[in-house]
Structures are given as structure tokens and as C-alpha cells.
């Protein structure tokens, strides 16, 4: 049963000209003929008959007999009638669960529903609606060599990961298993138009941002770190990013960059004084004391407070085990000892730290080891790390003992080769320290961005939005509670793949697992559970 339709109405005066950043809305007024025998409606259809899409936000019916005012919530992009094979249908803003649905409208919802699963077919394009799942298979580069190989990822036991939405490009002609690729700068990566950014926020954060700055500011960015291209020569050099800024081209050149660029944040960094400087705010860490991030105090506030405070759990057993599998990577239990952490203690045991709650671990020992091998054969140079704090009664943390291993030389079924440091105040072993706390800041910064931010903020989400809106109305509770938390996620994954977690992206390029680096978060999300992610369950478990 469908529910009956109105006499159709037509909007006149149609404006067919206004720039594509408009700031403001734009309302039009459309007369209906009332038919009563209809009654309240509870959805209609829409049908665009002119050659360009427009965004519909909402659409109101006013002195509706018998009820008043009828309000419906669209948000929607609606393309000319022959972008699609069926009607586009919005229904009111009332909240159904499907057994709830009034029975006029059923048949409305489940085609919708049809509508947006698509049939698996095809290269989808921009006009689509489909929400559709497929593995992340686009990330090589075939053509570009050996180098630029890459697994997929999902769909298997050896690489298990989060499904993506699906584009439907056509293999490369080299590879089969891989998607082709899109042009290295297109952002006309497919997803659905509803979860693209909004006109004015994909200007700005894209098309402007990225390509207007970053091409011009990388030779300046080199020159600034002189021959050495991947590495600063000096702490000065890190600080002049901050006290001397990076000086950017001519002045012609400059004007053209900032008339182009609409980002607040970037007309912010590209001052306008007449200093033609790129300055970066100063960190606050180090805007009073350039030496307060060597402290082992601030170390251990910024493990705890820092970008990756998710990792850090209590210690439980003493020394800390490992759950890698010994008959594949030998023995890698730790090596720390209780000689090495006890004189640091306050007068504490071992045994009555772990009673007393005591002691904690930033653990990165068992998500390196098994590529650490790997990874130090390219230029990058790692360790895997265990850290150890010790909880002191003004609920502060310091730090007791850094553990940097290796995978024995002979092979990983030999275990790993260990050495532990701690903490010191002067000469050689002060600057040893300092080191071992930088190789452990490595780790979770890499891990954060990797592990904590993209496997777990970013590619678990989408499944779900997919999920969501394959097998949710618009009209279901559950829906309209997960829908503003989905905002923009499918569009920044579809740039993600695109140049930042693509072979020889960004990511690869500034985290230390360069490119193993998707590979690896595959390993870790094999241990990913649903129901441990929440609060409390999270903080119950470390």
C-alpha cells in the first residue's frame, strides 16, 4: 500500500545564477492545492527539472488544516531527474521505529532504504546515493614500483581491517586485486554527496589549504633544514619554526596565496605585518622555559595528558609480560628488574606498589616487535619500548625505567634483545636518559596517529555510518541520535586514502613505521573488540 499523492506544485521564478560560496540561504515560496481526503502528509516528492543540483535544507508547510505547521528536515542534495531511476522522497520530522511507521508511508521507506544499498555495480558518481562496503584495496601505487606495493587490507585472516565505502573504479591494469587510482591532488574522490563537506568548509580545508600552500611552501621547508631534507641538524631548528617562522616568497607571490586562502587559521600563520614570515604559535610547554619538555616530570604529564593518554594502563604483573605468541617470537618477557625501579619508589616494594595500585605501563613492546625487524631495515631506526611510572602521592607520575628492545639478530623465534634505562641528572647517562625517553615519545606519538587516531577515531567509524544508513530510516530514533556524529567522517577517510595513508602518503612519511605502517594497524585491529571501546569498559580494562 502506498499513501496517496497530492496535485503536483511547481516553483516559478527559479534564480538560476548565485555564486557557488553563498553565505546565506535562500527561501522560496510554493502554493499547494489542498486535497483534505489526503490528510496530514507524512513525506513528498521532490523532482528537480533543472540542469544544476541544489541543497535542500528544510521545507515547511504552513496552515496545514487541522494541524497547523508540517516541518521537514532534509539536508540533502538533489540532483536533476535523470541523475536518478526513482523519486526523491523526504519525510516529515517525526521519529518512527518501523513497526511504528504509518503503513502509507512503508513502502516509502524500505525503497529508500533499496536506494541507498545500490546493487554493487559500477563506478559510482557524485550523484549517487549508494552506501556501499568494499576493502581498503586502493592504497597502492603498482605502477610506481616494488616500493609502492601495498596488501589489502580487509577480507582476509592475514590483514583484517574496517570496511570503506565503495567507489567501484576499475582495477589497475597492473594489479587486479588493487582499485586505480585518481590523479595524486584530485578530491573528486566518491562519496555520497549528503557526506561531503559543505561548500565553504571544502574550500577551505581543501582545494585552497592544501594545494595553494603546500606547493609553495616545500622548497621553503627544506631550505630551512638545509641539506638534511629528513631531519633537523639542531633543537634550534625546531625552535625557528616557532621564533623565526619560514620565510615564504616574494611578496607578489604571497598576496596571491592569501587572497586565495579563506582558512581563518592560515591567514593567521601568514602574517600580514610586512614580515613575509610563516610563524607558528608558540608551544606553551616551552613559552616560558625552553628546556621544560626535558623534564621527567613533563615527560610523564604528557603521557598522561598529552595526544595519546589511551594507552597508559596499571600495571598488573611484575615484570610486565608479553601476549605474543612465544613459539613465533620466543621469549619477550621484560627485562626489568626490581634493582632497577625500586631505589626510585618512595620506599616502596614491588609487591606493595601493584597492592597499592602504584605502578603503571605505557606498553608498545608487543604492537612493534613483530614488524620492528621490518621497519629498521628502511632508513627509519627504532626500538620498541615499555615504560614504567610510579604513582606518587601528590597523584603525579614519574617515570622509573624505559625498556628499548630489538629482535634478536638470529631471528624473532630467538626473542627480543633488551636494555633497560633509568633515570639521571648528569653527563652520559643524563643524556642517554634523554634519549630513551625520546625513542618512547616516538612510539606513542607514531601509535597515536597510526593506532589511536586513524584505525580507531577514523576507519572503525565508517562501517557503522555505512551500516547505518544501508539498514536505518532517516526516520528511525537510532538514526537521527548517530547522524551528527557521523558528520564529514566517510569524506576525510576518502582523503585519507587519497594523500595522506596512500603509499608514499604523509603518513607513511612522518610516522616511524613509514610503509608498514597500515600493514601494522591491520595486526593491532585483529585484537579489536566492540564492546571494550566505551566508557567504562576501557578504563576497567587498564
Known amino acids: 500500500m502506498r499513501g496517496k499523492l497530492g496535485k503536483p506544485a511547481n516553483l516559478e521564478k527559479w534564480i538560476t545564477k548565485f555564486t557557488p560560496l553563498t553565505a546565506g540561504e535562500i527561501t522560496f515560496s510554493v502554493t499547494f492545492e489542498w486535497d483534505e481526503s489526503i490528510g496530514v502528509p507524512g513525506a513528498f516528492i521532490i523532482k528537480n527539472r ?25 539536508n ?10 526513482y523519486d526523491r522522497v523526504f519525510f516529515s520530522n517525526k521519529t518512527y521505529l518501523p513497526c511504528q511507521m504509518p503503513v502509507p508511508l512503508r513502502k516509502y521507506r524500505e525503497e529508500e532504504l533499496v536506494n541507498l544499498r545500490g546493487d554493487g555495480k559500477g563506478c559510482l558518481k557524485e550523484w549517487d546515493r549508494v552506501y556501499d562496503y568494499d576493502f581498503y584495496n586502493d592504497l597502492a601505487m603498482p605502477d610506481r614500483g616494488h616500493d609502492f606495493h601495498r596488501p589489502v587490507l580487509g577480507g582476509s585472516l592475514d590483514c583484517p581491517y574496517p570496511r570503506r565505502g565503495r567507489t567501484g573504479r576499475k582495477p589497475h591494469k597492473k594489479d587486479s586485486r588493487t582499485e586505480s587510482r585518481l590523479f595524486l591532488l584530485s ?45 633537523f641538524d639542531s633543537f634550534q631548528d625546531v ?24 582558512w581563518e587559521m592560515i591567514r593567521e600563520l601568514v ?19 625552553k628546556s621544560a619538555w626535558r623534564t621527567d616530570e613533563e615527560f610523564a604529564r604528557e ?10 594502563s596499571r600495571l598488573q604483573e611484575f615484570p610486565p609480560a608479553s601476549k605474543l605468541d612465544p613459539e613465533v617470537y620466543g621469549n619477550q618477557k621484560s627485562t626489568i628488574t626490581k634493582e632497577h625501579i625500586e631505589r626510585n619508589m618512595d620506599g616502596f616494594t614491588v609487591e ?36 614504567l611510572f610510579f604513582l606518587q602521592e601528590d597523584d603525579t607520575l614519574k617515570p622509573l625505567a624505559i625498556e628499548l628492545s630489538l629482535p634478536h639478530p638470529q631471528g624473532d623465534s630467538h626473542g627480543a634483545v633488551s636494555k633497560v634505562f633509568t633515570p639521571a641528572e648528569d653527563g652520559v647517562g643524563s643524556s642517554i636518559w634523554q634519549l630513551a625517553k625520546a625513542y618512547a615519545a616516538v612510539n606513542d606519538s ?97
Open 50 to 74: 533543472h540542469h544544476s543540483q541544489f541543497y535542500l535544507k528544510t521545507v515547511t508547510l504552513e496552515d496545514v488544516p487541522g494541524h497547523g505547521r508540517v516541518h521537514f528536515v532534509c
Open 352 to 387: 606493595d606498589a601493584l597492592k597499592h595500585n602504584k605502578l603503571f605501563i605505557l606498553n608498545h613492546h608487543d604492537a612493534l616487535m613483530p614488524y620492528l625487524a621490518r621497519i629498521n631495515s628502511t632508513t627509519t631506526k627504532t626500538y620498541a619500548t615499555r615504560t
Open 271 to 289: 602574517r600580514n605585518d610586512g614580515e613575509r614570515l610563516m610563524k607558528f604559535p608558540m608551544p606553551a610547554v616551552i613559552k616560558e622555559d
Open 187 to 231: 578530491l573528486k574522490i566518491y562519496v555520497p554527496r549528503d557526506e561531503q563537506f559543505s561548500l565553504v568548509k571544502f574550500s577551505d580545508f581543501v582545494a585552497y589549504a592544501l594545494k595553494s600552500l603546500f606547493q609553495v611552501l616545500i622548497p621553503e621547508v627544506a631550505a630551512l633544514c638545509d641539506k638534511t631534507i629528513n631531519e
Open 446 to 542: 607514531g601509535y597515536h596517529q597510526l593506532v589511536s587516531h586513524w584505525l580507531n577515531t577514523h576507519a572503525v567509524i565508517e562501517p557503522f555510518i555505512i551500516a547505518a544508513n544501508r539498514q536505518l530510516s532517516v526516520v528511525h530514533p537510532i538514526y537521527k541520535l548517530l547522524h551528527p556524529h557521523f558528520r564529514d567522517t566517510m569524506n576525510i577517510n576518502a582523503l585519507a586514502r587519497q594523500t595522506l595513508i596512500n603509499a608514499g602518503g604523509v603518513l607513511e612519511l612522518t610516522v616511524f613505521p613509514g610503509k608498514y605502517a597500515l600493514e601494522m594497524s591491520s595486526a593491532i585491529y585483529r585484537n579489536w573488540v566492540f564492546t571494550e571501546q566505551a566508557l567504562p569498559v576501557d578504563l576497567i580494562k587498564r
Open 303 to 312: 603521557t598522561l595528558a598529552g595526544v595519546n593518554p589511551v594507552i597508559i
Open 239 to 262: 625552535l625557528d619554526l616557532y621564533e623565526g617562522g619560514i620565510r615564504l616568497p616574494n611578496d607578489a607571490t604571497l598576496k596571491k596565496i592569501r587572497d586565495c586562502v579563506p
Open 76 to 85: 540533502s542534495w538533489v540532483y536533476p531527474t535523470h541523475r536518478y531511476k
